[in-house]
């Protein structure tokens, strides 16, 4: 549907009330991202161990190292197919149609992980998923934007429910499809995140008509037909260049893990620096946008520091839960996917607090920059918590898991505080032509910071762990007083936005 409707179209056309005092669509978008988000996160729970496990275990036997790396690699890619999914939202398909083929895709690399295969049926799942997750969850959380008129005050709550979804679903998969997947067999586990995204596909096809209205169905920006044409042409060449990139490369050796790992931390860096400066030079963008952009920028980096350490918690807090932490608490085995549970559990619990707090303060709230200060004090202080055991103990002892519970717990405090806050900051410093793709561009900061520690998970040993995280917790915290003392000057270039 290519018709253009303005704003209040939209949101004239979206049941106003029905869940929780807010839009009818947020149901919609809040259970099909739950499904979305237990497939992912279930998978995420056991892919790690699936890839350093040993044959025997059940595993691929890859080293633990290279298996760290590849998975923060896997984390950047998901997030930097943003880009592409919410160009083809922009000019070819829409949101509601990309957040749809979006999940068929997605449940096709779960399956493709189901079947019991090798190394390359991995890196099959691998693109489909990436390429997936890229067409869906920027696109769903800018329906979510939608859904809402510009100045009404539940936005931020709306978006706080809305996270509140991902992390319910996030929560429940590691219980599940991590006990299943470690216990009995790691492809039946993958077989379960697939069922979930199955789930997600069929009640966002059944209620979307009813419950989102025309949000979703416009393309901002749609191509014209010679732009169609050479669109199609690119698309072609770009498939049979990498195509051939692959091929050449396996050939003569070129492309090994490491060649890739070092190519998309490059990119990681790269996209978004160069997306900045095509939106900021677009004719499309007004004086006032550009100045959004600007103000934008150091919301960004703060954002790639936060992500930096919050997504290690499934990389070197996972291999730290299967190998430093005594799995026996309480006279109960736990296990270590168990941990995966821990950030989306203290999201559900907490999200509700901070979403009623932002109301309840109104315009006495801290500023948008403030908020992301505050989320970087938190993540720095919970890789600080991280490190205390082995002042204490060593680095031979076994761990209480409650230093881990502990950490999570921290760097959750700091997620609330920044990444809510920086769906909705997107949404309202966003340049109108590019509503989407600034969506792709937020995910884009967690795609640059896993980048980043695809090269950071290289330096850690349990021998060099106090320095390890010493040194990040410590940058995270440095960089928070920054961009507190900066926030009254970004906050002018925001024109209005708070």
């Known amino acids: 549907m290519s018709d253009h409707y303005t704003k209040q179209d939209i949101v004239n056309s979206v049941p106003q009330k ?43 036997g890859l080293d633990q190292t290279l298996a760290l790396s590849i998975m923060s690699i896997y984390g950047s890619l998901v997030y930097m197919s943003g880009i592409i999914g919410g160009w083809l939202a922009d000019r070819v398909l829409g949101t509601s149609k990309a957040v749809f083929y979006g999940g068929i895709l997605i449940m096709l690399g779960h399956i493709a992980l189901a079947i019991p295969g090798s190394l390359p049926m991995f890196f099959i799942s691998m693109v489909l998923i990436v390429l997936g997750t890229g067409l869906l969850k920027p696109n769903v959380s800018s329906i979510v934007g939608e859904i809402y008129a510009e100045k009404d005050d539940r936005r931020d709550a709306g978006f706080s429910i809305f996270y509140m979804g991902i992390n319910l679903g996030a929560f429940l998969s590691p219980l599940i499809v991590g006990k299943v997947g470690m216990d009995i067999d790691f492809h039946l586990g993958f077989a379960i995140a697939a069922v979930g995204m199955f789930f997600g596909l069929v009640l966002f096809a059944v209620t979307k008509k009813k419950n989102l209205g025309l949000a979703g169905t416009t393309i901002a920006s749609p191509l014209s037909a010679t732009e169609k044409k050479n669109f199609i042409k690119i698309f072609v060449g770009s498939v049979v260049v990498l195509a051939a990139i692959v091929y050449f490369g396996l050939e003569f050796g070129f492309l090994t893990f490491e060649s890739f790992i070092a190519t998309v931390g490059i990119l990681g860096i790269l996209i978004p620096t160069m997306y900045f400066i095509v939106m900021y030079r677009s004719k499309k963008t007004t004086e006032v946008e550009r100045s959004r952009i600007l103000a934008y920028i150091p919301l960004f980096i703060a954002s790639v520091m936060f992500w930096a350490i919050q997504e290690q918690g499934s990389t070197i807090l996972a291999a730290y839960a299967d190998t430093r932490t005594d799995l026996t608490f309480a006279g109960i085995e736990i296990s270590p996917a168990w941990f995966q549970s821990l950030n989306p559990l203290f ?39 991280i490190l205390l055991p082995a002042y204490f103990g ?105």
């Not at 149901?27 to 040993?54: D, H, K, N, P, Q």
């Not at 901070?354 to 202080?381: C, H, T, Y």
């Open 18 to 60: 029905g869940f929780f005092g807010h839009p009818k669509g947020l149901f919609t978008l809040f259970f099909t991202e739950f499904w979305e988000r237990f497939s992912y996160y279930g998978m995420r729970a056991i892919l790690v161990y699936y890839m350093y496990y040993e044959l025997s275990q059940g595993g691929l």
């Open 394 to 498: 060593g680095s031979n002892a076994l761990v209480n898991p409650l230093w881990l519970v502990l950490s999570y717990l921290i760097v959750v405090l700091g997620e609330l505080c920044l990444s809510p806050v920086g769906l909705s900051a997107t949404t309202k410093l966003a340049p109108v032509a590019f509503s989407a793709q600034a969506m792709s561009l937020w995910f884009l900061s967690n795609a640059a910071a896993q980048a980043l520690n695809a090269q950071l998970v290289k330096f850690y040993t349990p021998e060099n762990e106090m320095m390890y995280f010493g040194l990040i917790g410590g940058a995270s915290i440095v960089l928070s007083i920054i961009l507190y003392f900066a926030s009254p000057a970004i906050q002018r270039f925001m024109k209005g936005v708070r």
């Open 347 to 385: 999201i559900i619990t907490l999200a509700p607090v901070f979403a009623w707090l932002w109301v309840r303060l109104g315009s006495r709230q801290p500023s948008i920059p403030q908020k992301f200060s505050l989320g970087l004090l938190f993540a720095g202080l919970s890789f600080l918590v």
